[in-house]
């Protein structure tokens, strides 16, 4: 499936309407992650602070192809993934600013949330590490015959790790309904790719496992959600995993404490000219959808979102230190 084949594909199967939700999720990602690197640099975020500047569309085009009972597995780039699941952004305000109304209640910091209830499996850091979890949760989905399907994303350092590998091995032996979303930013942390894997390509990788690899433009959401959506029909039809790889460029540094002046600043410029987002917009103008009045009105219900859920969260009180254990430890039962 080549990016421009997914493209028309995904552009023919979606609403106006649809087209329009995608950009206000891309959109809404961007702005939370604006306003949240203010309040980190003003020292109001404690600890480190992750965006994910450059992957929008990755993160929605995806994460759209999921039915409501499909499973998610995100990771720290992904910000418009929980949103889309049912996340609110007043929650996601307060669990960076380690407040009693965060995901986690203030026990653990920055992206590092997520809520089953919601089908989303919390993020676990050590990144390649959500693939065999992503595979267990597809496995017991079939075992309890349920018919969903579990989507989980990881970064290009993740596939040089051995999670990675048990993880994608497990899920193409027993063929479950696993989506394998790879974000290609190229530099893992710091090390580029081609110090990392001697591989020609990433999405070459997949004849090894047995399984189906597709690479596709990652600022394109549209071809991103057309590789994601076959994924998840094969998936759900009994074919086993595919692995998605979503080639983009991580814009800012591996957190804000990274300078990533390891990236050569011409690299940059070329992907700022290819912003996920623009390009999205761009489009839309072109074909009609996003005329001058509902650019305005989608602006300014995002920015009035922002502001009242950063409001949210700020009146949200911090944790007693005396519930320091709730919700830390599973319940006993005495014995």
Known sequence: MSTIEATSRAGDAL???????????????????????????????????FTGWGHEAIAVGATYALGPADLLAPMHRDLAAYLMRGIPARRVFAQFLDRE??????????????????GILPFISHM???????AGMALACRQRG????????????????????????????????????????????STPLDRQTAARALVDKAPGYGIPGVAVDGNDVLAVYAAARAAVARARDGGGPTLIECRTMRMRGHSEADHFAYVPRELLAAWAARDPIALFERRLREEGQLTAEADRAMQGRIAQEVEEALAWAEASPEPAPASVAEGVYAASDGR
């Open 15 to 49: 609403t106006p309407g649809e087209l329009l939700e995608m950009l206000y999720y891309m959109r809404l990602q961007r702005a939370i992650e604006d306003r949240a690197i203010k309040l980190y640099y003003q020292g109001r975020i404690p600890g480190a602070y």
């Open 101 to 118: 109304g965060g995901l986690t209640r203030g026990r653990d910091g920055n992206i590092h949330m997520g809520d089953p209830r919601l």
């Open 128 to 134: 390649a590490a959500s693939v065999p979890v992503a």
């Open 146 to 189: 349920q018919a969903r399907v579990v989507l989980t994303f990881f970064g290009d350092g993740a596939t040089s790790t051995g999670a990675w590998h048990e993880g994608v091995n497990f899920a193409a032996v027993l063929r479950l309904p696993v989506v394998l979303v790879l974000e290609n930013n190229q530099y893992a942390y």
